[in-house]
Structures are given as C-alpha cells and as structure tokens.
C-alpha cells in the first residue's frame, strides 16, 4: 500500500519519496504549457524566453525534488512529523507539480523552496540560545522569496508571529528580522540603479500580482483536484478535532505557526490568479502538513489509501485537461 512505503522508518523511505516525486515530475513537466509566468518576477531579467528546452525541464524535476527534500528534511528535524512519516513531503511534490506543468521555472518552485527553508529556521529557534543567525537568515529568505513570487509577501508578517509564539521578547531578534526583510530589497533596488533600470520595479510587480477580490477563476482540470484536496482536508479536520496534536510543546507551537501560515494564504486565493488548476497554491505548506499527518496517523488505513489514491486520480486526470489531452 502507497501509505506503508512513505512510513518506512529508514532512510529507504526517503529513497522512495524522490523516485515518486521524480515521476510526478516528469510527468508534469511533459505536459508543460510554457506559460509566461514571468512578467512579476526577478526572473524577468534573467529568462526572456518561455520555454528552455530539455534544458529547463531538467531544471524544473531538480527545483521539484529540492523542494520535496528540504521539506522533508525539515519536517522530521524539527519534530513536526514522526521521522518516518514522509506523506507531507510527497502532498508538496504533488501540489507542486501545478506550477511545474505551467512553466519548468515557474517562479514559485523557487519562492516555495526559500519559504521551506524560512519555516525551518524560525522553528528551529524555540528553546535555542543563539538565535540571531537563524532569525535573520529566516526573514532574508522569505523576504527573497517575494522578489521570485510577489504573491508570498503576504508571509512576511510571519517572521514576527513566529518569534511572537516561538520566543519570549527580544528586541535584537526584532531588529534582526527587519533588517533581513529590508535587505533583499535593497540589493535589488541597488542593482536596478546600477544598471539603469526601473527602481519602481519592485512595487510594480507586487501591484501587478493582485486584482480585485473575486472567486477564483474556473478553468479546465480544477474541480477534480480541488474537489479531492477539499474532501482530504475535511477529513484531516475532523481527525484533529477529535486527536491531541502532539504531547511536545515544541510540534504543538509549529502547528499554530501553519495555522498562521494558512490564515494569511486563504484570502490570497481571491485576489491572486495561479494560472493553474488547483486554486490554493499558497496554501500548498499547510494543507500537506495537516493532511500529511493526518494520513500518516490515522488508525482508518483504508480510508486514508484511499483518498491518497483518490488525489492522485485527480492529480493525473486534472493535468491531460488542463493540457487540452482529454
């Protein structure tokens, strides 16, 4: 059964979350669109073209598996999952694969990879005695994320909620993590003064990333996948409603940091358009780690195998729609 391989408590497992997630990958990758997902991007400067070729599919599976591995990494480090529960790793990979089938380099494999890697440093603060290095290092990077995918600015008050829930008052963290938000943006103003470009740059492509609150847009493909994921989150609702999260002090704190992270992504799915098929890209962190564990951990295997299988159906089918195959 798919949950038993991803719950292996040996490094066998991990083995087996990138040879799945590889797959996945590539599968998508080959259904590329090559949309212009660009325009908003510090990638603007870089990538004038859509599509790259092999070239750049090659570099989408690697952004994808780097993606699904730092995840990984942090989840069992920070004991926010058991160290043989890889089912959250593998929900990312999944929902990542949307951005991936648009664009191998879509901007926000690499946005999403930056605010993993925040997440972890931020956590990784709770009880430990030299914190300034990960606070700082954790806002410079989701501050860098927004420059990749404006969308994710709206993570930035993060920073602060978690040293809030995380730490006792430190004025220095504080400071620390201002000035790791303002910093990515003064390279980049600077740069854009040395070459003789648009200082605006970086307020144009945050304004141009929102619209007018509405539903999200409907388009081929969607309903499948946002159908099942819905179906997989209610169910990981009701099993934490009814289930103690965690006897550590350190998992329960991460889990109001996610609850965090999905109360500022949800309205992002009405002012901001993905592009693709599922709707709730920016909630893609939090939905695989409640989900995640709740597949992991239920005692209703049956049901969990099935509704893992069910998001993969809907998975495969909602890519060949929104690629015109069926």
Not at 61 to 76: G, H, K, Q, R, T
Not at 88 to 101: E, H, K
Not at 220 to 231: C, D, P, R, T
């Amino acid at each position: 059964m798919l949950l038993n391989i991803f719950k292996i408590n040996n490094h066998l497992a991990s083995v087996y979350l990138l040879l799945f997630t590889l797959v996945l990958g590539i599968f998508a990758v080959n259904l590329s669109i090559d949309a212009d997902v660009f325009s908003n991007s510090v990638l603007s400067f870089f990538i004038h073209t859509r599509d790259f070729g092999t070239l750049s599919k090659i570099g989408g599976i690697i952004l994808l598996l780097a993606n699904v591995l730092v995840f990984d990494l942090f989840m069992s480090s920070q004991e926010i999952t058991e160290k043989s529960n890889r089912v959250p790793a593998f929900l990312v990979g999944i929902f990542l694969c949307y951005p991936l089938s648009q664009n191998p380099l879509h901007p926000l494999l690499f946005a999403q990879l930056l605010l993993s890697a925040s997440m972890w440093c931020f956590i990784s603060v709770y009880k430990l005695d030299k914190t300034f290095s990960p606070v700082f290092n954790g806002a410079f990077y989701i501050s860098t994320a927004t420059l990749f995918y404006p969308p994710f600015i709206v993570f930035i008050p993060m920073c602060f909620i978690c040293l809030l829930i995380l730490r006792s008052f430190v004025l220095r963290e504080w400071i620390l993590a201002f000035i790791g938000i303002i910093l990515p943006y003064f390279f980049y103003i600077s740069l854009l003064f040395l070459f003789d470009k648009n200082m605006q740059q970086p307020a144009l492509n945050l304004a141009d990333s929102f619209h007018a609150p509405s539903i999200p847009a409907y388009i081929k493909g969607s309903f499948l996948i946002n159908l099942s994921v819905a179906l997989m989150t209610v169910f990981a609702l009701i099993f934490f409603l009814i289930k103690t999260v965690s006897n550590i002090i350190k998992t329960q704190k991460a889990f109001i940091v996610f609850l965090w992270v999905s109360l500022f992504s949800i309205p992002v799915w009405f002012i901001v358009s993905t592009g693709g098929a599922f709707s709730a890209l920016l909630s893609a962190m939090p939905i695989s780690v409640f989900c995640g564990i709740y597949l992991g951990n239920t005692k209703r295997r049956i049901l969990a195998e099935l509704l893992l299988w069910s998001l993969l159906s809907a998975f495969v089918i909602s890519l060949f729609q929104q690629s015109g195959i069926i």
